[in-house]
């Protein structure tokens, strides 16, 4: 039998026993009186996907303790239902919509501008949405959408939400991220899933070994923020009804409340002992859990380099160059270039670590400004066509080192992804009765999922 399949199987029965409601139940016996309790007024709390599940408990909660709640949904009608009901079960008046598809890089950056611009604190950025697609689809951006969602935009985000970010006296991220990647090494060189067979299961695995890889990275690049992910457990939300059906018939009785589910990242929100907690680790229950279940999961850090550089390569081609300024040097703002030259956090000393981004929210463009002649086409070489020492760090290069900018659309740009429909596989047909008790996250029954 493969190591792979044992390590799903000893990590679906650590679920059975630790991710289900009666493994909240126990673990919750260790929590600390008071620990959420606290007045949030006058602090600011960004939520992604907080029309349902977690997010929308996290949302709602923080609107309890009178925090101002910043709703980020796709769905202009599900947000405003959200954000009344929010309003109206705490009376809180502070909370506000914004709509933005996150699997869309510039609308993400439409966004990021548009409240960065508007001057408005923030103190904490709650990175939850989340999706699980199970088709092969890639957005018109020519990014694999589960990709485009779970890992880029919460990249994108973040980055460019450190400097308000900064500003506060006690800032966090929060990242909902899954245990289901305990069953995955991480893949860097494919971040659009080209390669074999599309299995969903596998690709949002990935991209939530992705997020802890970032999340820790910049838990060393800037001290003064928290950074932390999360496994919420198994629980009863839309994004298991809907897109893990027999799942979620197989454990109907055993699932957490989406309450229940939300409870450490409202903890990671709020609780004034954070900083008990060292910046850039993963959590359960309240408490640090380890990236790694077994060997055989853990990345080099040459591969993790390698994830932070493409990203960052792929932020540097949405953002627009203002007159006169190379792009990434003075003059955009948004983008600390430290993660391409910055050493990787096993090696760091904070002092090798790159002064933040001090860059203020009126020195960020506007992404709807950037003519197609000022983006970069995305960059058709992969991780392996293009060595890392080849590429001279943004802030190192000077303005003739820096390629010209390609004067491609980003429609015109040929998409990463060599695949036809037809290479995209059938959904799983297979009945509950076909399902092992091994249910959930495991990519042979997670086929059937939908968004
Ligand atoms: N429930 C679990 O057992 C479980 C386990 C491990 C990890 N998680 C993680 O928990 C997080 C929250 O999920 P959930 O369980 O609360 O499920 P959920 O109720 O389906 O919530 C997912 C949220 O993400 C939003 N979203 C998805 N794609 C988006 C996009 N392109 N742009 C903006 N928003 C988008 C959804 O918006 P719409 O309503 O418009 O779809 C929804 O608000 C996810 O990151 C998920 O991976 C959940």
Redesign the pocket.
Known sequence: MSQSFFRNASWFHKGTKEYTRGGYEKASRAFIEGDLGGDLTGRGYMI?????????CVALNIARSGGTVHM????EQ?GVDAREKIKKETGNENVFLYV????RTRDVLRFCSEFIGTGTPLDVLVN?????VNTRTMTDENFEINFA??TL?VYIMTTLFVPILERSIDPRVVT?????MYTMKMIPNDLNSTKGKFDSVFV?AQN?RQQLVIMRYWSQMYESIHFSTM??????????QKGLPTFHWWMRNK??T?QQ?ADTAHWLCVTPRIREFPSGRFFQDRVVIPEHLSTGTHSTIEEEDMLMRQLQEILQRFIPTQKGATPLLSGTGVVNPAPVEAPHPDKATPEEAPPPDKATPEEIPPPDKATPEETPPLDKATPEETPPEETPPPDKATPEEIPPPDKATPEETPPLDKATPEEIPPPDKATPEEIPPSAEPTPAERKDET?
């Open positions: 992604t996907g907080s029309n349902s599940g977690i997010g929308y980020v949904c796709r769905n599900r933005c598809d996150l699997s939850n949405a989340g999706c699980c969602t779970n935009a909902v991220c899954s245990a289901g949002y939530k496994h919420p457990g198994w629980a009863d939300t839309t994004i298991v699932l957490r989406p589910g968004q």
